[in-house]
Each structure stands twice: as C-alpha cells, then as structure tokens.
C-alpha cells in the first residue's frame, strides 16, 4: 500500500476514536486527503479494478458512515433539556457532518461515478426513514439522492424496480407528512424524477401507488398549499401515461375522481403559470382517455359517464373564464403584450368543444359540486351551486363579435381554427355561411393588427373543411360563394403584405383546393410581377392551382407585357418561370447581383422544379399531377423518434374494434416498374427558355466564384435545381436519362458542384470556427436532402442519381478525412466537471466473436462489482439523468460529424444504383473504421449515436451491404449492448436501427462463412434480448422493438432455417419464439405482435413498394396456429387475473 493511502487508512481508523477532540482533529487531516492528487489517484484506480483488498472509495465511505453513527449517537444521547446556545451548537455539528458526507460523495464520484449505487441508496434510505435523525440529515440527504444519485445515469440504470418503488413509498410518506420540518418542493422534485425514472427503466408503479396521488391532491385541496404540486401532478401524469395502455378503464375512473378537486384548486387557489401548465396536460391527457381520436359516443370508442360528462361542462366553464382572464390582463397590462393564448390551452378547449357541442342543446344547467368546501361535500343537505352554461357555435360566434379587441378576438379565432382543422366534422353545414359572414366582417378590419394572421388561419381551416362537405345544398353554395368572392378579392389584394403573406397564401390554396371560387386571369398575376418574391407558401400556393386548375396561356400584364415586346410575346408560362428566377434581359445580366430565392432559401423538395418543368408541358395541368401523385419518399419525411401518445389511443381503438385497418390483408402484387406516361409532350420553345434562363444563373455563379469568398450552400443549390429539372423531364419522359448525363446543364451542375467542393476541403481545418460549422452543417443537410435510397420510382430518385454523378471523388473523401478527425475530438457541451468513463470487465460483459452464447454478453455481474459503463456522471438534468443519446451531449462539431455521416451512408447505398465518381466500397471502408475496437469508444455519447447512424443508414433495402462489411458493422454490436445493456432507452433505439441490419442476412450465399458470421452476432444478441425480456428485465418499450426485429426476421427466414435464438445452450427458432409475445403482460406489446401474427403463416417477400406473398406448408401453419393460440389464452386469462 502507498504511504499516501497507508495515512488515509490510519486517518479513516481514528474516525471512530472514543474523544471527540481527537475525532475533529481527523476530519479537517480527511478532507485534506480525499483532495490530495495522489491518494484520489490509488482510490480511482483501486475501485475500477474491482479488488476488495484495496482501500478504495467504497472503503473509505463505509469508514465515514461509522464516524458519522458515532457523531449522530453522541448527540442523541446528549441532555434533553439544554440552553438555546447549546442547541445551537448541536444543530451546527449536525450539519457539519452532513456537509462532510456530501463533501466526499463529491470528491469521489468527481471523475466518475465510482461509489456503489447500492450502498449510497442504503445510507441514504437509513438516514431518511430514521426519524431522529431530524430535518437537518434528511434535507441533505435528500439532496445528494437529486443531485448524485438521480441524475447520475450509472445510478439511474443500477436501481431496481424494488428499489425504485420503495424510494417513491419513503419519499411521498414524507410528502403527505404534515411536518413543518420538511421542503416539500425538494421531495416533490425527487417524487417527479424517482416517477420518471421508475417508469423509464421498468415497466412503470404498480396501479396501488395511484392512491398517493390521490392523497397529495386532496391534501393540496385542504391545506390550501400548492407547495410542490407541480412536481407531483407532472410525476402523475408519466405514471398514467406508462398506465394507461394496460388500465385504460382504471385511469378513466381516477379522472373522474380527481379532476374536481384539481378544479377547484383552479378556482379557489392562485396557481402559477407552471402549475396550470401541468394541470392542463393532465385534462389534455384525461380526454385523449376518455375519447380516443375525438371519439364521442361508447360505440365508437369513448368512455362516458354522467359524472365525466359533467367534469366536462365544468371544465369548459372554467376555460372560458381563464381565457377570458387571460384577454383582461392583456387589455389593461402596461407595455407589449401578445393576444394569443398558448397552443396548449387552444387545444385542449378545442376538443372539450368537440365533445360538448350538438346541434339539440344551446344552453345547459350544471351543478359546480366542486366549489364546495370539504365540510360542505360531507353535509350532503348542504345543494352545490348551480350554473348555466351557453353551448354551440353561438358562444364562438358571440366571442368573435362582441368585442373590438384584439385580446377578447384572437383567442377565440384560436379555438375556431383548431376545432374546425382538428375535427372539421364539428361545424354543421348550416354554421358555414353565419360564421363565414363573421370572418369576412374582421377580415378588412385593423389590417396591420395582430388579429389578422389568426382570421386568414380560420378562414383557410373554413374553406378546407367546405371541400371536403358534399351533401351542401344549392342555395347554400351559392351563398358561400357570394363570401368566398368577397374573400378572394380580399386576400389578392393584400398578398403585398409580407408579414402576412404565408398566411394570404395559404387561404388562396385552400380555396383553389376545395374549388370554391373559379380562378380568374387576374390570380395568375401573382406569379408574373413584383406584387410578390418567390417564397414557400408562394410556390405551395401555385403547385396547387397548376394541379387543381391549369395555367392559361396568355394574360395581359402591365411591366412583364413590355419587357416581353422586345422579342416577342411571352406566354404566361415563360413569365411564371422568369418570375420564379428573378430572371431580368440579357442586356441586365452582368449588373445583376441578386440572385433568386430558390438559391438562398427552402423550399420543398423539388416543388419549384416540378412547377418549371410542368410549365414547358403542353399539358400542364397532368404533368403537375403526374409529377405530384407519388407520395414522399422516407428520406424527406420526418422520422419521429420518441413515440407519441396518439399511439396508445390508437390501441384503445383497435381494442374497441373501432379501427381495423391492423386487419387488413395484404395483397399479392407484382413488382411495380415506373412507365412514364406517353403522350406529354413540351412547348421547345419554352423549354429552350427554361435551358436558357438556368444556364444564365450558373454563369452568374460560376463568372462570380472565389473559393476564399464562395458560398458553398448557394452553388449546391443551384446545382440541386439544375438536376432537379433533369430528374423531372426524366420522369415525365421528355429527355432520357442517358441524354440528360450529356446536356449542358448536367455539365453545368458538375462545374458548380466542383466549386463548391473546392470551398469545402477549404474549410477543412476550420473546423473549430462557429460560423463555419454551421454552414458546412447546412451544407450536408442540403445534400443529404437531394438523395434518395428509396425503392419505389420517382423523381427524386431519378434526381438523386444525377446528384450523385455530381459528387467528385475528392469531395467524398475529404468529407469523410473530416468525419475522422471529428470523431477524434470529444468535446464536452456540459461544463460540469472533468468526467472519466469506467471500464467493464472484458472478462464478465464483452463477448468473443467465436461465443455464440447470449448469456456471455448479458449475464449481470457479481452482487457488489460494477460490471456496467459509467455513462458520464455530468449527465444531469432537473428530474432525473439525462438520456447518452440526448442532443444536449453534443457540441456542434458533433452535430456536424453526425450530418456527414449519414450523407456519407446515404451515399454509399444509393450510389450503388448508377455510375458515380467516386469508390463507394471505399468510402464505407472508411466509416467501418470508425467503429473498430481501437477507435469505438460506447461510453462515449458521440460514438454511441456515431453507431446508431451507420447500424441505420448503412445497410441499404434495395441495394445490401456486403455481407462481410455487415460482419464488421456488427462486431462492436455485443460489447455496445452489454455496455448499455440496463438502460432501456438505449437497448429501446439499438434494437429499431437494428431492424434494416436484419434485411440484410437474406442477400447473398446463404453458406458463406461471412453470412452465417452476420447471422450468429446479430441473433446473439436478440437472443440475449429475449432471455432478458422472459426475466422481466425489459420494459415495454425494449419488448417492443424486440418484436419488431422478430417480426423482420420472419419476413426474412420465414422457414426459421437460420433464425435460430440459442439461450442457455437451447435453440429456439424465432417462429416459435414470436408467438410468446401474445401472452406479454403489457397490452401494446401483445397488440403489436398479434398485428404481426401472419408472419407465421406467410413468406411475405418484399420488392420495393410491393408484397409478394406466398402461403407457408401446411404442417407449419398447424404447429403456428397452435403455439400462438395456447399463448393468446393465456394471455387472455392473464389480463382477466390482473384485472383492477
């Protein structure tokens, strides 16, 4: 032992010596060698090789927790009865030990958590349950369980699901505990973060534990103390969410008995905003219960019952008051205020209004039982008060008319816009004219007011909601056609405004989309002079009309009719097309320094190069809808990562039987192969134009460019529009695309992407510099954005393949030389405190290519060791530990890694489509080398998401990854999913982007080495997962990723030849596996499987956007059908067990 360690062992001994004298002198000599570099360094490294026969940290707390049992008994057995200087003095040494305890938690988890969870939790759970040990320990104990505990992520994934629930028992004891010695705030804090963390890393607290939730807000009813309510009702509404699935009925019928009370809290007490924002989600939560997808009536899936129907009068009651309130403060409060309520509050009034509104009942009597006081409640001769409420669209219709003020008005357009564009079913056709005539009134009213966007947001969700009505009468459609006139003419006439010009647009296009009105000459004006710059409600605006109407040929124009005599008449085409280039007279080119909006802003996804290249058809109205009717691609959609609850309503539906489209066969079709459509044909000469103008504009660049003073995101652009209108012209099959590789815009487009590469690899070693980053992250988004790996033909495909013939060797390499050196450096966004990661033991977790057994890689680790990664102990937030996958690890270098990462991946699977110049095969060399063992650092947070990128983007659906580049994908697999293999976020999200991995194992030699390789890795670790799972380590959310990866497996060996799960040394194939997960305790994950259960009876190949099917042999559907029959009874007998 080193000298440095020997006298802190003699230092920890005299801890306990009998004379406090001599005790004090040790704890100043203990703090002083708990900070010396030397002795902290034996006590790291001592406690991360886990060998008990070294002093280390954990040594040295049992140490301090004896001195401080000593401390605490020599204070409890001291006189009763002493003066008030004394217990002054005893209540300082209190809380010097105290500090002294949390003075060391510090110093030795400031590195890394290096302290056993299990012994932190023990001492501090002593210490609180202990009541003698008064407010003085259980305030700073309570205190390191939210600062080092909770929001340490090691911490957070160790404690069990016993424990988890013990501390939420101990801690709301205390908070219903009617001491005047507690912070209830504090405990309110650690209810909300212990809620959140025993729903994330378990499958959630049992249904019993709703009791405390009704107590505390009982307790807030009476003692007329908001103290920490926050906290407990947002703790509350985790816990119903996670509870939801499984105890529908039982969560209904707990809204029904708290909602009062929390509306009476509302009425009589004076909440802040945070606790009526929390509030609010509770109501918005209780009525996504009780009326899934706005369902009304028990027949189509709600819940109903007289006494939630009157929660409901009230609660609209109520809201009408506080938006009302909200309207006065507005009027009568001193400097700027904004009119418009919060879009939660909007929200939840709109689908109250939903459910309350018919077209029988206009006025209604309610009883407010929840005014009364608690004695009053218990004297049932004492009547509750009564009240009665205005119903239907009359109270909107008031609410827009009797008040001038933009407080009293925007509210209320708010409301009518979300409950007509959530639920346009709700305005009966005989509302329509009434409230249009309201709307048209406000419309010219206060123009530049703040109430004007709101009017043009309501009257675009009117005329949507019209389009889709077709049993109006005639009469009646003629009245409305008489407004939306009036309208039209209104909302022309003020497109010049730009503050509201999104919002003119946009009821320009929702008027031509439910063809209201028919669209005069004067509307294509709009798109020909300076009324209007090109923008993005513009272009969605006139996307619409091309499609719906057509685009005449001529149309007499003031400026653009002159400009246009110098040669020869334009066509309206050619002066929409000139208009959305900003395209000015040859004689004008060479002073032209602006340059057009599709240059320099975003618009969708080659919707202006649909529109130029529909307006050189002579048919333009079927080349716009030729162009429009294929659905975006998977690229350009939005990937929602955290699941919503619209999902959960979704299942309560499906459990209803009143959504069924999870039913739906799918039907055999053959592989769809793209035909463009014979027959269109182009105007040359406007097609010459259209050549002409784009050739112009890359000139413009090209004659322009420096690469010190370039601005790379402005040539790619343009090079993005040059091969957008090829990719069009390809699609429609006016150009092939053979001719299209030779055109002069093809050359052009290279010439610019080349510049804009050349301005790239300038910024290579500048990578520290803010400004650059976020131009280059821009860059890569843009890029990424003109690629697609999808299967189905389409113009972005067609698109994309040219893109690609754009990107030069030398550019993809530098790309990725930068990526390398990015994910090099590891930089820290949380400045709190240097943080060293824990090593696992290789012998307990990491698993041998050659080890096929999945009990290797999750087999916990010995009781007392900590086997798992220490996820950086900076990783805190306010109620709970931050996710590794959380953005907030991340600084923009890493962003900026992560963006050209997954351009690199997207490239390497859609450049195997065509000829491109660079090596793709050596590109993915590359990133594969990002994850070998020497450079793979899992506990580092930009390598885990580094991972997850390449797990995901990688393996192409059309194009497979090599088989044996999928073996080097996969071998850092086990040693992340062991690394991480208690925290459920993390195992949730490997497991979804192992799904495209999965694809991959059908492609090629079924008896290679490098396949059977990929195969054995990959099952491995489902196969862990799923031992994991039947032990009950798995919440729902990891189970259901599971299923999902099962699911893919059968569609890929529905025969189960090499799907074959080994655990503990049995095989198990995966379509005798699946069918387990009928019988699942948790009813999302039963439900999705059961969706999936045809698997079991089907080969279900697929080819691009299509399914072929092919009946399974008979003898295995036999033994199909009988596994997942026996599991759905015995899942059905579980649930009527469990049953509240």
Same mark, same amino acid.
Request: hydrophobic share 40%; with cysteine; proline share 3%.
């Given at each position: 032992?080193?000298?440095?360690?020997?006298?802190?062992?003699?230092?920890?001994?005299?801890?306990?010596?009998?004379?406090?004298?001599?005790?004090?002198?040790?704890?100043?000599?203990?703090?002083?060698?708990?900070?010396?570099?030397?002795?902290?360094?034996?006590?790291?490294?001592?406690?991360?090789?886990?060998?008990?026969?070294?002093?280390?940290?954990?040594?040295?707390?049992?140490?301090?927790?004896?001195?401080?049992?000593?401390?605490?008994?020599?204070?409890?057995?001291?006189?009763?009865?002493?003066?008030?200087?004394?217990?002054?003095?005893?209540?300082?040494?209190?809380?010097?030990?105290?500090?002294?305890?949390?003075?060391?938690?510090?110093?030795?988890?400031?590195?890394?958590?290096?302290?056993?969870?299990?012994?932190?939790?023990?001492?501090?759970?002593?210490?609180?349950?202990?009541?003698?040990?008064?407010?003085?320990?259980?305030?700073?104990?309570?205190?390191?369980?939210?600062?080092?505990?909770?929001?340490?992520?090691?911490?957070?994934?160790?404690?069990?699901?016993?424990?988890?629930?013990?501390?939420?028992?101990?801690?709301?004891?205390?908070?219903?505990?009617?001491?005047?010695?507690?912070?209830?705030?504090?405990?309110?804090?650690?209810?909300?973060?212990?809620?959140?963390?025993?729903?994330?890393?378990?499958?959630?607290?049992?249904?019993?534990?709703?009791?405390?939730?009704?107590?505390?807000?009982?307790?807030?009813?009476?003692?007329?103390?908001?103290?920490?309510?926050?906290?407990?009702?947002?703790?509350?509404?985790?816990?119903?969410?996670?509870?939801?699935?499984?105890?529908?009925?039982?969560?209904?019928?707990?809204?029904?008995?708290?909602?009062?009370?929390?509306?009476?809290?509302?009425?009589?007490?004076?909440?802040?905003?945070?606790?009526?924002?929390?509030?609010?989600?509770?109501?918005?939560?209780?009525?996504?219960?009780?009326?899934?997808?706005?369902?009304?009536?028990?027949?189509?899936?709600?819940?109903?019952?007289?006494?939630?129907?009157?929660?409901?009068?009230?609660?609209?009651?109520?809201?009408?008051?506080?938006?009302?309130?909200?309207?006065?403060?507005?009027?009568?409060?001193?400097?700027?205020?904004?009119? &418009?309520?919060?879009?939660?509050?909007?929200?939840?009034?709109?689908?109250?209004?939903?459910?309350?509104?018919?077209?029988?009942?206009?006025?209604?009597?309610?009883?407010?039982?929840?005014?009364?006081?608690?004695?009053?409640?218990?004297?049932?001769?004492?009547?509750?008060?009564?009240?009665?409420?205005?119903?239907?669209?009359?109270?909107?219709?008031?609410?827009?008319?009797?008040?001038?003020?933009?407080?009293?008005?925007?509210?209320?357009?708010?409301?009518?816009?979300?409950?007509?564009?959530?639920?346009?079913?709700?305005?009966?056709?005989?509302?329509?004219?009434?409230?249009?005539?309201?709307?048209?009134?406000?419309?010219?009213?206060?123009?530049?007011?703040?109430?004007?966007?709101?009017?043009?947001?309501?009257?675009?969700?009117?005329?949507?909601?019209?389009?889709?009505?077709?049993?109006?009468?005639?009469?009646?459609?003629?009245?409305?056609?008489?407004?939306?006139?009036?309208?039209?003419?209104?909302?022309?006439?003020?497109?010049?405004?730009?503050?509201?010009?999104?919002?003119?647009?946009?009821?320009?296009?929702?008027?031509?989309?439910?063809?209201?009105?028919?669209?005069?000459?004067?509307?294509?004006?709009?798109?020909?002079?300076?009324?209007?710059?090109?923008?993005?409600?513009?272009?969605?605006?006139?996307?619409?009309?091309? @499609?719906?109407?057509?685009?005449?040929?001529?149309?007499?124009?003031?400026?653009?009719?002159?400009?246009?005599?110098?040669?020869?008449?334009?066509?309206?085409?050619?002066?929409?097309?000139?208009?959305?280039?900003?395209?000015?007279?040859?004689?004008?080119?060479?002073?032209?320094?602006?340059?057009?909006?599709?240059?320099?802003?975003?618009?969708?996804?080659?919707?202006?190069?649909?529109?130029?290249?529909?307006?050189?058809?002579?048919?333009?109205?079927? @080349?716009?809808?030729?162009?429009?009717?294929?659905?975006?691609?998977?690229?350009?959609?939005?990937?929602?990562?955290?699941?919503?609850?619209?999902?959960?309503?979704?299942?309560?539906?499906?459990?209803?039987?009143?959504?069924?489209?999870?039913?739906?066969?799918?039907?055999?079709? @053959?592989?769809?192969?793209?035909?463009?459509?014979?027959?269109?044909?182009?105007?040359? /000469?406007?097609?010459?134009?259209?050549?002409?103008?784009?050739?112009?504009?890359?000139?413009?660049?090209?004659?322009?460019?420096?690469?010190?003073?370039? /601005?790379?995101?402005?040539?790619?652009?343009?090079?993005?529009?040059?091969?957008?209108?090829?990719?069009?012209?390809?699609?429609?099959?006016?150009?092939?695309?053979?001719?299209?590789?030779?055109?002069?815009?093809?050359?052009?487009?290279?010439?610019?992407?080349?510049?804009?590469?050349?301005?790239?690899?300038?910024?290579?070693?500048?990578?520290?510099?803010?400004?650059?980053?976020?131009?280059?992250?821009?860059?890569?988004?843009?890029?990424?954005?003109?690629?697609?790996?999808?299967?189905?033909?389409?113009?972005?495909?067609? @698109?994309?393949?040219?893109?690609?013939?754009?990107?030069?060797?030398?550019?993809?390499?530098?790309? &990725?030389?930068?990526?390398?050196?990015?994910?090099?450096?590891?930089?820290?966004?949380?400045?709190?405190?240097?943080?060293?990661?824990?090593?696992?033991?290789?012998?307990?977790?990491?698993?041998?290519?050659?080890?096929?057994?999945?009990?290797?890689?999750?087999?916990?680790?010995?009781?007392?060791?900590?086997?798992?990664?220490?996820?950086?102990?900076?990783?805190?937030?306010?109620?709970?530990?931050?996710?590794?996958?959380?953005?907030?690890?991340?600084?923009?270098?890493?962003?900026?890694?992560?963006?050209?990462?997954?351009?690199?991946?997207?490239?390497?699977?859609?450049?195997?489509?065509?000829?491109?110049?660079?090596?793709?095969?050596?590109?993915?060399?590359?990133?594969?080398?990002?994850?070998?063992?020497?450079?793979?650092?899992?506990?580092?947070?930009?390598?885990?998401?580094?991972?997850?990128?390449?797990?995901?983007?990688?393996?192409?659906?059309?194009?497979?990854?090599?088989?044996?580049?999928?073996?080097?994908?996969?071998?850092?697999?086990?040693?992340?999913?062991?690394?991480?293999?208690?925290?459920?976020?993390?195992?949730?999200?490997?497991?979804?982007?192992?799904?495209?991995?999965?694809?991959?194992?059908?492609?090629?030699?079924?008896?290679?080495?490098?396949?059977?390789?990929?195969?054995?890795?990959?099952?491995?670790?489902?196969?862990?997962?799923?031992?994991?799972?039947?032990?009950?380590?798995?919440?729902?959310?990891?189970?259901?990723?599971?299923?999902?990866?099962?699911?893919?497996?059968?569609?890929?060996?529905?025969?189960?030849?090499?799907?074959?799960?080994?655990?503990?040394?049995?095989?198990?194939?995966?379509?005798?596996?699946?069918?387990?997960?009928?019988?699942?305790?948790?009813?999302?994950?039963?439900?999705?499987?059961?969706?999936?259960?045809?698997?079991?009876?089907?080969?279900?190949?697929?080819?691009?956007?299509?399914?072929?099917?092919?009946?399974?042999?008979?003898?295995?559907?036999?033994?199909?059908?009988?596994?997942?029959?026996?599991?759905?009874?015995?899942?059905?007998?579980?649930?009527?067990?469990?049953?509240?």
């Amino acid at each position: 032992m080193s000298l440095a360690l020997n006298d802190l062992l003699i230092c920890c001994r005299q801890l306990e010596h009998d004379r406090a004298t001599e005790r004090r002198k040790e704890v100043e000599k203990f703090k002083r060698l708990i900070r010396d570099p030397e002795t902290v360094q034996h006590l790291d490294r001592h406690s991360d090789s886990k060998q008990s026969k070294y002093l280390n940290w954990d040594a040295v707390f049992r140490f301090l927790q004896k001195y401080v049992q000593k401390e605490t008994e020599c204070l409890r057995t001291a006189k009763p009865s002493v003066s008030a200087s004394t217990q002054a003095t005893r209540q300082k040494k209190m809380q010097e030990i105290s500090s002294l305890v949390k003075y060391f938690i510090k110093c030795a988890n400031k590195r890394a958590p290096r302290l056993k969870c299990q012994e932190l939790l023990n001492y501090i759970m002593d210490t609180v349950k202990d009541s003698s040990n008064g407010s003085v320990y259980g305030a700073d104990c309570s205190n390191i369980l939210l600062k080092d505990i909770l929001s340490v992520r090691k911490y957070w994934c160790e404690i069990s699901q016993q424990q988890w629930l013990e501390l939420f028992s101990v801690y709301f004891s205390l908070y219903l505990k009617p001491a005047q010695d507690i912070n209830r705030v504090l405990v309110a804090r650690i209810i909300h973060a212990v809620t959140r963390g025993c729903c994330s890393q378990t499958d959630g607290l049992n249904s019993k534990f709703l009791d405390f939730f009704s107590k505390a807000i009982q307790h807030a009813r009476q003692e007329k103390s908001s103290a920490g309510l926050n906290h407990i009702l947002a703790a509350f509404v985790i816990f119903l969410k996670t509870l939801a699935a499984n105890f529908r009925i039982r969560v209904c019928q707990l809204g029904d008995e708290i909602l009062p009370t929390l509306l009476y809290i509302w009425t009589q007490h004076r909440l802040n905003d945070s606790l009526k924002e929390v509030i609010i989600e509770l109501f918005q939560l209780q009525i996504y219960v009780h009326h899934p997808k706005g369902a009304k009536t028990q027949e189509k899936g709600a819940y109903e019952s007289s006494k939630w129907r009157s929660i409901l009068y009230n609660l609209y009651d109520l809201l009408i008051n506080e938006i009302n309130h909200i309207g006065s403060r507005g009027k009568y409060s001193s400097g700027s205020r904004n009119a &418009a309520v919060k879009e939660n509050l909007i929200e939840l009034m709109a689908d109250i209004c939903h459910q309350i509104f018919n077209e029988d009942t206009r006025s209604l009597e309610i009883s407010q039982s929840y005014t009364t006081t608690q004695r009053e409640c218990n004297d049932y001769s004492v009547p509750c008060k009564k009240k009665k409420i205005e119903l239907g669209w009359e109270v909107i219709k008031d609410h827009l008319q009797k008040s001038q003020s933009d407080f009293d008005l925007v509210p209320w357009l708010q409301i009518t816009t979300q409950l007509i564009s959530k639920y346009p079913s709700s305005l009966p056709n005989y509302e329509l004219s009434p409230l249009l005539m309201i709307l048209y009134q406000l419309l010219p009213q206060h123009r530049h007011g703040e109430r004007t966007p709101y009017v043009l947001r309501c009257l675009t969700e009117v005329a949507l909601c019209q389009g889709k009505k077709s049993n109006l009468e005639g009469s009646q459609k003629s009245d409305l056609l008489k407004f939306w006139i009036k309208i039209w003419s209104l909302t022309f006439r003020g497109i010049s405004s730009e503050q509201i010009q999104a919002e003119n647009f946009g009821l320009l296009g929702a008027i031509i989309q439910g063809s209201l009105i028919e669209v005069d000459r004067e509307f294509w004006k709009l798109f020909t002079g300076s009324a209007c710059r090109p923008s993005h409600p513009a272009v969605c605006c006139l996307t619409l009309a091309m @499609a719906i109407c057509g685009v005449p040929e001529t149309v007499k124009t003031g400026v653009e009719q002159s400009i246009c005599e110098v040669n020869r008449s334009c066509s309206l085409k050619e002066l929409i097309i000139r208009w959305l280039l900003l395209y000015q007279l040859e004689d004008d080119l060479e002073d032209r320094t602006e340059l057009p909006p599709v240059l320099h802003s975003n618009f969708p996804h080659l919707a202006v190069e649909k529109i130029l290249v529909s307006l050189t058809v002579k048919n333009c109205k079927a @080349a716009m809808n030729f162009l429009q009717r294929v659905p975006e691609c998977e690229q350009h959609q939005k990937v929602q990562e955290e699941p919503s609850f619209s999902e959960v309503e979704e299942l309560f539906l499906q459990t209803t039987f009143d959504k069924m489209d999870f039913l739906t066969i799918v039907k055999e079709c @053959a592989v769809e192969k793209h035909q463009a459509t014979v027959g269109f044909s182009v105007h040359q /000469n406007l097609k010459e134009s259209l050549d002409r103008y784009l050739l112009g504009l890359s000139e413009q660049l090209l004659n322009n460019y420096s690469p010190e003073t370039a /601005n790379a995101e402005t040539l790619i652009r343009c090079s993005s529009l040059l091969v957008g209108v090829l990719g069009c012209y390809c699609y429609v099959g006016v150009v092939a695309e053979e001719e299209a590789y030779r055109s002069e815009l093809f050359q052009k487009a290279k010439s610019l992407m080349q510049c804009a590469g050349e301005s790239i690899t300038l910024l290579k070693n500048k990578t520290y510099e803010e400004a650059r980053v976020a131009s280059l992250r821009n860059v890569m988004t843009l890029c990424t954005g003109c690629l697609c790996n999808c299967t189905k033909p389409s113009p972005n495909k067609i @698109a994309s393949r040219f893109f690609l013939r754009l990107l030069t060797s030398k550019l993809m390499n530098d790309i &990725a030389d930068i990526c390398r050196s990015l994910a090099s450096l590891i930089r820290k966004p949380l400045d709190l405190g240097e943080v060293e990661s824990m090593e696992d033991d290789p012998d307990e977790n990491l698993m041998e290519v050659e080890d096929q057994s999945s009990m290797n890689l999750f087999t916990d680790a010995p009781a007392g060791g900590t086997s798992d990664a220490a996820v950086s102990g900076d990783s805190q937030s306010a109620f709970g530990a931050m996710n590794p996958l959380a953005e907030e690890h991340l600084s923009k270098q890493d962003l900026l890694f992560l963006d050209m990462l997954k351009f690199l991946c997207v490239c390497t699977t859609t450049a195997q489509t065509g000829t491109v110049s660079f090596r793709a095969a050596d590109i993915r060399r590359k990133l594969l080398m990002l994850v070998d063992t020497s450079m793979l650092d899992p506990a580092k947070s930009l390598h885990l998401r580094m991972y997850l990128v390449l797990l995901k983007e990688l393996p192409g659906e059309e194009y497979p990854l090599p088989m044996e580049e999928v073996v080097e994908l996969l071998k850092p697999l086990s040693n992340v999913c062991s690394f991480y293999r208690r925290d459920q976020d993390v195992c949730r999200t490997v497991l979804n982007h192992l799904v495209p991995v999965v694809r991959n194992l059908c492609q090629g030699d079924m008896d290679a080495e490098n396949t059977r390789d990929a195969q054995g890795q990959l099952l491995t670790v489902i196969g862990a997962f799923w031992h994991l799972a039947k032990e009950g380590k798995c919440t729902f959310s990891v189970r259901m990723a599971l299923v999902k990866c099962l699911k893919t497996l059968l569609e890929t060996d529905p025969y189960s030849k090499w799907a074959v799960l080994n655990v503990m040394g049995k095989d198990f194939p995966v379509n005798e596996v699946f069918p387990h997960f009928l019988s699942d305790r948790h009813h999302h994950v039963s439900m999705l499987a059961a969706e999936s259960v045809n698997r079991l009876f089907q080969d279900m190949k697929h080819r691009g956007s299509s399914t072929l099917l092919k009946a399974l042999p008979l003898k295995l559907q036999q033994t199909a059908f009988e596994n997942a029959y026996l599991k759905a009874l015995e899942g059905m007998r579980e649930v009527i067990s469990g049953w509240p």
